[in-house]
């Protein structure tokens, strides 16, 4: 067996308790939290938005399947229309250079 310094910081096999060492490392995520507040505000925003955005879409195509749902041809309409405003408003629109 090892024999340590006299003089070193620990005397027994760990030199902090555990709720001493639990403590201290609650205590240092709290101040990182607090320092880092910002970020975790503005992914928690950004998060919720994300969120509404899903439900709105949920509900929108629940909506249109259940009008669309009884008629064939107005399913038919619907399901165009839901296909052109797909196309129309799913992506970027790139401008070409002017002549």
Known sequence: MAK??????????????????????????????NRNSFVYIFKFIQYLLLLLLNQMASALFRFIAA?????LILANTFGSFALVMLFALGGFVLLREAR
């Open 67 to 71: 009008i669309g749902r009884g008629d």
């Open 4 to 33: 340590s310094h006299p003089a070193a910081l620990t005397t027994r096999k760990y030199g902090a308790k555990k709720a001493e060492l639990l403590k201290a490392c609650l205590s240092r995520e709290f101040v990182l939290m």
